[in-house]
């Protein structure tokens, strides 16, 4: 028997079913919660920021361009997030377990992903779901870690959908109320959905934050100038959420940690700061030590002063596997394949 994937398998069960439950456990009430996901492939390793997508669990998605209010007893919710290329538009709602699974069945999850299995649910989930903005054709073909490659200025399509086989995300969930979510639905209706995405100013931890404002005016306040170079983080906005929700014990402020599904995929890496990925990435860390080794001096002095917060602190933590008497034979392992680009 193949132990190690064996238990790889059981656990990757286990946390499913828990997600499910975060998911839908607390359904009675509504809330939002800031997903940022960690990043990941050969960009996340040059900028280590992360995503960030909004998760709001009384509001479903009407295909990918539009929200409403879900009906009652409707489950799950949806993600909105913005992308960098995806077209024309600026973002996309996506059902929450596509976001994470790209599938609605819990048991067409793999408990050990591999990028064919990936691509070929992904596949499903474009021809559901998404064929109105990827239309047949055009969405490229897959990668070998299981992402879509040639499909230009929709390269980021399959971002969309099976996040959790390519990163552990955390999520930072506030209590909300059906009138906040009307007035989010109004606003995402009314305005036109037009590409914006820019690095400064418009990315996607932006976006978050706009959304965020929206639900709790002042939440998230702009971006950090010392600690992140000006740029808007993911991190940023979660800080900026915990610390106004310590100031509003009302809204009830909850971390969970979402695991990354087992698999031949590289394990997603540490979010940072602007400032801490200069100090706390090897490339970087190792130029300025030869060129200019007063500068690391600097960041290392604007970090402790301005950029020290451990993102996933007080985070709900998953139970330790049970090993079960029933487990599987499994064929050997897979060899770990590194995920082109992303975040």
């Given at each position: 028997m193949n132990?190690?994937p064996?238990r790889r398998?059981?656990?990757?069960?286990i946390m499913?079913?828990?997600?499910?439950?975060?998911?839908g456990?607390?359904?009675?009430?509504?809330?939002l919660a800031?997903l940022?996901?960690e990043?990941?492939?050969?960009?996340?390793?040059?900028?280590p920021l992360?995503h960030?997508?909004?998760y709001?669990?009384h509001v479903c998605a009407d295909g990918?361009l539009?929200?409403?209010?879900?009906?009652?007893?409707e489950p799950?919710?949806v993600?909105?997030?913005?992308?960098?290329?995806?077209?024309?538009?600026d973002?996309?709602?996506?059902?929450v377990?596509?976001?994470?699974?790209?599938?609605?069945?819990a048991?067409?999850?793999?408990?050990?992903?591999?990028p064919?299995?990936?691509?070929?649910?992904?596949?499903r989930?474009?021809?559901?779901?998404l064929?109105n903005?990827v239309?047949?054709?055009v969405?490229?073909?897959?990668?070998r870690d299981?992402?879509?490659?040639?499909?230009?200025?929709?390269?980021?399509w399959?971002?969309?959908?099976?996040m959790?086989?390519?990163?552990?995300?955390?999520a930072?969930?506030?209590?909300?109320t059906p009138?906040q979510?009307a007035?989010l639905?109004?606003?995402m209706?009314?305005h036109?959905?037009?590409?914006?995405?820019?690095?400064?100013?418009?990315?996607?931890?932006?976006?978050?934050?706009e959304?965020l404002?929206?639900?709790?005016?002042?939440?998230?306040?702009?971006?950090d100038?010392?600690a992140?170079?000006g740029l808007m983080?993911?991190?940023?906005v979660?800080r900026?959420l915990?610390e106004y929700?310590?100031k509003?014990?009302?809204?009830?402020?909850?971390?969970?940690e979402?695991?990354?599904?087992?698999g031949?995929?590289?394990?997603?890496?540490?979010?940072?700061g602007g400032?801490?990925?200069?100090?706390k990435?090897?490339?970087y860390?190792?130029t300025?030590?030869?060129?200019?080794?007063e500068?690391?001096?600097v960041?290392?002095a604007l970090?402790?002063?301005?950029g020290?917060?451990?993102?996933?602190?007080?985070?709900q933590?998953?139970?330790?596997?049970v090993p079960?008497?029933?487990?599987e034979?499994?064929?050997s392992v897979?060899a770990?394949?590194?995920p082109?680009?992303?975040?």
């Amino acid at each position: 028997m193949n132990e190690v994937p064996s238990r790889r398998r059981w656990r990757a069960r286990i946390m499913l079913l828990l997600t499910i439950a975060l998911l839908g456990g607390r359904f009675a009430h509504a809330s939002l919660a800031v997903l940022v996901g960690e990043p990941f492939g050969s960009f996340g390793t040059m900028m280590p920021l992360g995503h960030t997508a909004i998760y709001l669990n009384h509001v479903c998605a009407d295909g990918p361009l539009k929200v409403r209010q879900c009906h009652a007893g409707e489950p799950q919710g949806v993600v909105l997030a913005r992308y960098h290329a995806i077209g024309r538009y600026d973002w996309l709602a996506t059902p929450v377990m596509d976001f994470l699974y790209a599938t609605q069945d819990a048991s067409e999850v793999p408990a050990y992903a591999t990028p064919e299995a990936i691509w070929a649910m992904r596949e499903r989930y474009r021809e559901r779901f998404l064929r109105n903005v990827v239309p047949d054709g055009v969405q490229g073909t897959m990668d070998r870690d299981g992402s879509a490659k040639n499909a230009r200025d929709l390269e980021e399509w399959w971002e969309t959908a099976g996040m959790a086989y390519y990163r552990r995300l955390w999520a930072y969930e506030v209590a909300t109320t059906p009138e906040q979510d009307a007035a989010l639905v109004a606003v995402m209706n009314d305005h036109a959905n037009r590409h914006r995405y820019h690095l400064s100013g418009a990315n996607c931890a932006d976006f978050a934050a706009e959304l965020l404002n929206l639900y709790f005016p002042g939440a998230v306040r702009h971006a950090d100038r010392v600690a992140d170079y000006g740029l808007m983080t993911p991190k940023h906005v979660v800080r900026s959420l915990s610390e106004y929700a310590g100031k509003h014990p009302e809204l009830d402020l909850h971390v969970w940690e979402i695991a990354q599904v087992p698999g031949s995929l590289r394990r997603s890496k540490t979010v940072w700061g602007g400032v801490e990925s200069a100090l706390k990435t090897k490339r970087y860390l190792f130029t300025l030590l030869v060129i200019q080794p007063e500068v690391p001096l600097v960041l290392e002095a604007l970090y402790l002063r301005h950029g020290r917060w451990k993102l996933g602190e007080g985070a709900q933590p998953m139970p330790p596997l049970v090993p079960s008497a029933t487990e599987e034979t499994l064929a050997s392992v897979p060899a770990t394949t590194e995920p082109d680009g992303s975040q």
